[in-house]
């Protein structure tokens, strides 16, 4: 599927409450469809969205037109929305560290700054998601954990190799599910 046709199927679809797409492995091929298209048709298409999952652990991804995996860009118009499940690389891109380019093509956008404020479960997953080392993750947790905007959020759950660096209990959270697979974070 490409970016005009998840804009077709959902502007088809007006009342549509679960999206979830799984894409193929790298043996079927590359994933047709670019993070900022699948954002543009999402914002443009999805506000009656309560459940978005995207299942993308093994796929190739389309790069931008200018060759960079640019993330999709924000998701507060889905303001229905309460259940996300996506790779990370999908809301913050993949940074650039080509010698080639006069640095990041795109600015790595924050949780705070794209997720909706009617968020109850943000489940980061997929290899992808954990093979981007983004330098201050664990600090977009934090931002997100502390924003009183993301009062709604309940439980977010971080396919990660590393336990969360920071003091859950500080800012009424509680980290004690999490395992050597999962950073599990609720709100008590």
Not at 119 to 133: F, I, K, P
Not at 152 to 168: G, P
Request: hydrophobic share 40%; aromatic share 6%.
């Amino acid at each position: 599927m490409e970016g005009s046709g998840l804009a077709t199927m959902m502007s088809a679809l007006p009342s549509l409450e679960v999206l979830s797409i799984d894409c193929g492995s790298a043996l079927v091929g590359t994933c047709g469809i670019t993070f900022t298209e699948m954002g543009e048709a999402l914002r443009a298409h999805g506000a009656l969205l309560k459940t978005l999952i995207l299942n993308m652990e093994e796929s190739l991804f389309l790069l931008d037109h200018d060759g960079v995996l640019a993330p999709m860009g924000p998701l507060r118009a889905l303001t229905s929305l309460r259940l996300l499940s996506i790779p990370a690389v999908t809301l913050l891109g993949e940074e650039q560290d080509d010698d080639d380019s006069e640095g990041d093509r795109f600015e790595v956008p924050r949780f705070t700054e794209v997720l909706p404020f009617s968020l109850r479960t943000l489940n980061l997953v997929g290899g992808r998601a954990v093979d981007v080392d983004y330098e201050d993750f664990d600090e977009q947790l934090w931002g997100l954990m502390s924003d009183a905007r993301f009062s709604e959020l309940k439980t977010i759950k971080v396919n990660q190799r590393e336990s969360f660096s920071r003091d859950a209990k500080q800012v009424g959270w509680d980290a004690s599910e999490s395992n050597k697979s999962w950073v599990v974070l609720k709100r008590v």
